[in-house]
């Protein structure tokens, strides 16, 4: 019988978009295809600048009566404001969520994990497997305390939850990466089910489309693990003493420690083939591509 964790999400709020304009609104606004979803489903997505890089991320879960954008607490009223000045005349109803409705993440440590969760949870305003990977588990939205007490779970802190997520490889706005400075792409949005390259126009599409067609992403977030521990976040990672990219989140293990870096994917290669150790401060680390990307390292590059 799996042992099930759970941590309430207490750095994440929940804005409740409705109104007879939702869907359309939302659609002509975020990477995500929203008219695709159906009632109780899920998708990663952004809103971005119209130059394509990432203004804010979220989950967004579909409601009989409209929909839930998930997103960290950090930013939640500035993304209200945001939603606001795009509406215009728009019949849109834009609501933060008061802080004991929140977030709870449900999850298993085993390969496996997120395969028998259960997805109905009584009281639950959303209760769904993550839509960027099944195995980060569920994510049920709604009163938070109460619907703790239903879980028949043990109850984790939310480094837990996020040392779950970075031994998935899955980065996140805020933790990994700063908003309005990388592409989709680099945060490997397209890869976990957060962009969509069917739909029509949305703000910084054509940016996106392009990188995407012409296969021009050269950073990527990336695992890395160590025997020691990582320093703090945005701490450069080097190869043969220069950056090649920028460490993200990090968390200590039995073994030392995993993380997440946004690196330059052609240095990586060469460093791999030159035998050049990759530092991180004081760390040496190892590089490691998720289980889930479809990228791979290119041929090594002599460019800068």
């Not at 759970?6 to 750095?11: E, H, I, R, V």
């Not at 359309?24 to 009632?39: C, E, Y």
């Not at 109460?146 to 031994?167: C, G, N, P, V």
């Not at 969509?196 to 050269?218: I, L």
Request: aromatic content about 6%; glycine content about 10%.
């Amino acid at each position: 019988m799996p042992t099930l964790s759970y941590a309430p999400l207490s750095d994440r709020s929940l804005i409740r978009v409705g109104g007879a304009d939702a869907q359309h609104f939302l659609q002509n606004l975020v990477t995500a295809d929203i008219d695709g979803m159906k009632d109780g489903g899920a998708s990663a997505g952004a809103l971005l600048t119209p130059q394509g890089k990432i203004l804010f991320d979220f989950l967004i879960y579909r409601l009989e009566s409209g929909y839930l954008l998930d997103a960290p607490s950090a930013t939640a009223a500035d993304l209200v404001k945001r939603l606001t000045f795009y509406r215009l005349r728009a019949k849109v109803d834009l609501e933060l969520l008061p802080e004991n409705v929140g977030v709870i993440a449900l999850w298993d440590d085993n390969p496996e994990a997120g395969k028998g969760l259960d997805s109905d949870v009584d009281g639950a305003l959303s209760a769904v497997t993550d839509p960027r990977l099944p195995a980060l588990g569920k994510r049920i939205a709604g009163p938070v305390v109460e619907l703790a007490l239903k879980l028949l779970a043990t109850a984790q802190d939310l480094a837990a939850y996020d040392r779950h997520r970075i031994s998935m490889g899955v980065p996140e706005g805020l933790k990994d990466y700063d908003y309005s400075d990388i592409f989709p792409h680099d945060a490997d949005l397209d890869q976990l089910g957060g962009v969509s390259f069917s739909k029509g126009c949305y703000v910084g599409q054509e940016v996106v489309s392009r990188m995407h067609h012409r296969g021009s992403a050269r950073k990527r977030f990336v695992q890395i693990e160590s025997s020691d521990a990582l320093p703090e976040k945005g701490t450069d990672i080097t190869a043969g003493g220069k950056s090649i990219g920028a460490l993200g989140s990090s968390a200590l293990t039995d073994d030392g420690a995993v993380g997440l870096a946004l690196l330059r994917l052609d240095k990586v290669a060469q460093a791999k083939d030159n035998g050049t150790p990759l530092q991180c401060g004081d760390a040496e680390i190892l590089v490691k591509l998720p289980d889930w990307a479809s990228f791979s390292l290119p041929e090594p590059s002599t460019a800068d």
